[in-house]
């Protein structure tokens, strides 16, 4: 069994050290021997089964202006058994003496080994200041107590019997109503005389009650009017608008908030937030510290600032929970001024939730998306990921190189917490994919994925691989289309795709002008589609190119010389290639031809198995002409409106 026992005591009682002045300081480890010559003896701590240990105390803080000392000493001990004969062990922290002469004191836990699993931690100071209040106006003080598991204590009440040692009990402080389910104290104020008051209280869990004494300070109303307050001076919660984003630098901001009583963050992310303590403008005082002395396990105090101009002083809360931490902890601070005047105590509920949060996702786009581009036209296209947690830090990244020119630029974070106060409801991460298709990527047809991955995943449960995804899109370049931009007109066009700028009217018979407005789509090209029998030699013996001319037009492995009747491919293209070329699984369903030869004097294969082809009419202004099966003069005819049509890729 692990005793952990929190104490504060006199500095310039019996406590050498390393300080400059032979005392100790933070740090150090010192034998508690309690007042020399007490007729109690030395401090120790009795187990309740007849063993008794002596105390040695680990320094984590001190002041050397206020002189005193706090920190912790633990105990492990052995039972032989689980309870004492079916009732809890009874351990007993006892010495001499309390502060300002009040005597022995006699701290009793109690504790059951067959039920206990974790006993509470009260996080409250050692030392409470309250203001004098009118007669009959009461105060309240919460005690918060839980688990290092976080799981907070069941009920509270007042010590009693031979808990309270050499104590004597004041009927000034109780549990109203059910409020020692909550461990919320009330303090009778306005009966209360200046000066301080020790008061036992003990809360319970499963198996276990912890005791807790404290001195309560009580400061007369005016001297209360200048106290020190503890705030939050970044961040903003729901109700506090924040600056607008167009708010002139020299704008003062929104007032402070007063510090949120529930902060939440998940196993494994940082809880970070700020706070701030200052003094009131007509009280002529500075806070000189902000304390906190019960931290959850693993939480830190850091980056003390101060503002001279004003008298303000700041603290970073750093914490990262883990897995055990699961449930609910607190955080109790207050401000001290330079004349010793305390704030009221101010405390946090920092809830670790019992579940993972779901890991983050993309959600755009969706998968398997499809993103149709232009030729010579600049477009992209948003990847947005997005998690529910709102301190999720994450990174967008493609997982296979791009080609072509195609860029994916990586925004980062646009939204998210990085202090617990910041009211970002979940985490946004934000990429872009770009792309300006040359003249040569008519059909592009690709399949381009994007990775989500956490960062700083050290301490996250289940790590990267857990909290990581993929989602993949097609890409695709509209074959023979072309989007008019800006200044465009059929000539410009022409130009730009290598082809009579006849040739292009004639093939868009629905324009109304040579220079059709912007965002008009036109055709470079009409489509060929494949006929039973064709192979890559064939075509490329009738459209006068080569077969690794085709080859290279055609988006897609070709693996043998036979095509699949009803498909289409390019079988032209520009006479430059562009490097990596990518490989897909199917070839294209379509293509544009350019610069076709008269119409072949020799007739079509045809085969038994394959019907006889209809003829594809095609229109020139107006004019139609059958191509295909019929007469040699129909074929002449369609051979003078086909020379110098386009070929584009798909």
Request: net charge positive; glycine share 10%.
């Amino acid at each position: 069994m692990s005793f952990m026992i929190q104490m504060q005591w006199r500095r310039d009682a019996v406590f050498a050290g390393s300080g400059l002045d032979g005392r100790a300081v933070t740090g150090d480890a010192v034998d508690v021997m309690g007042a020399v010559g007490s007729a109690v003896g030395p401090v120790a701590f009795e187990t309740g089964d007849g063993r008794s240990y002596p105390v040695r105390m680990v320094v984590t803080q001190h002041s050397e202006a206020e002189q005193w000392l706090h920190g912790t000493a633990r105990v492990m001990h052995t039972y032989g058994t689980k309870n004492n004969a079916g009732a809890p062990w009874r351990a007993t922290l006892k010495g001499c003496c309390r502060a300002g002469g009040g005597g022995a004191f006699r701290l009793t836990a109690a504790l059951d080994l067959a039920t206990a699993h974790a006993s509470p931690v009260f996080r409250s100071l050692p030392v409470i200041t309250v203001g004098q209040t009118p007669p009959g106006v009461t105060s309240q003080v919460r005690l918060p107590a839980d688990t290092l598991h976080g799981q907070p204590a069941e009920y509270w009440r007042l010590a009693q019997g031979d808990e309270l040692g050499d104590l004597t009990t004041s009927g000034a402080a109780f549990f109203e109503d059910d409020n020692y389910r909550r461990g919320l104290l009330t303090v009778d104020t306005g009966a209360l005389p200046e000066g301080t008051l020790q008061i036992a209280v003990q809360a319970a869990a499963r198996g276990a009650m912890v005791p807790l004494e404290f001195q309560l300070r009580v400061v007369t109303s005016g001297e209360w009017a200048h106290r020190p307050a503890v705030v939050t001076p970044v961040g903003y919660f729901p109700g506090a608008p924040p600056m607008s984003p167009g708010a002139p630098d020299n704008m003062a901001p929104p007032p402070p908030m007063p510090l949120p009583g529930t902060l939440s963050i998940a196993v494994g992310y940082e809880l970070f937030f700020t706070l701030e303590a200052s003094s009131p403008p007509d009280s002529g005082r500075h806070p000189v510290a902000l304390r906190a002395f019960e931290l959850p396990q693993g939480a830190s105090l850091s980056n003390v600032r101060e503002d001279v101009s004003t008298g303000r002083r700041t603290v970073d809360v750093r914490w990262v929970p883990a897995e055990r931490h699961r449930g609910q902890q607190a955080l109790c601070v207050h401000a001290v001024d330079g004349m010793g005047l305390a704030s009221e105590q101010m405390c946090v509920e920092l809830v670790v939730p019992p579940e993972p949060a779901p890991p983050p996702r993309i959600t755009t786009p969706l998968p398997g998306a499809t993103f149709s581009f232009y030729m010579r036209n600049s477009q992209s296209f948003d990847v947005v990921a997005e998690s529910i947690n709102p301190h999720e830090r994450m990174q967008l990244s493609v997982t296979e190189p791009l080609e072509l020119g195609q860029t994916f630029a990586e925004h980062g974070m646009v939204q998210g917490r990085v202090r617990a106060t910041d009211v970002a409801p979940s985490a946004v991460a934000r990429g872009v994919f770009k792309w300006w298709p040359g003249v040569d990527a008519g059909a592009y047809n690709r399949t381009v994925c994007f990775h989500l991955a956490p960062l700083d995943t050290g301490a996250i449960p289940g790590g990267v691989a857990a909290r990581s995804s993929t989602t993949c899109v097609r890409v695709i370049v509209e074959r023979c289309k072309y989007v008019v931009q800006p200044g465009d007109d059929i000539r410009t066009v022409a130009r730009t795709f290598g082809v009579d700028w006849l040739t292009l009217w004639g093939i868009n018979v629905g324009l109304a002008s040579l220079a059709p407005p912007a965002g008009t789509e036109i055709m470079v090209g009409r489509l060929y589609t494949v006929l039973e029998g064709d192979t890559l030699l064939s075509m490329a013996d009738e459209f006068e190119t080569t077969v690794g001319s085709i080859r290279r037009c055609v988006h897609a492995p070709l693996k043998s010389a036979a095509t699949r009747p009803g498909s289409s491919m390019p079988v032209r293209c520009p006479v430059h290639k562009p490097a990596n070329l990518p490989r897909l699984s199917a070839v294209s369903t379509s293509t544009c031809r350019a610069h076709v030869r008269p119409w072949p004097s020799r007739p079509r294969r045809s085969t038994a198995s394959s019907p006889t082809r209809a003829p594809a009419v095609h229109r020139d202004r107006g004019r139609a002409v059958g191509r295909g099966t019929g007469s040699r003069d129909v074929r002449s005819r369609a051979a003078r409106v086909l020379r110098g049509w386009p070929f584009c890729r798909l």
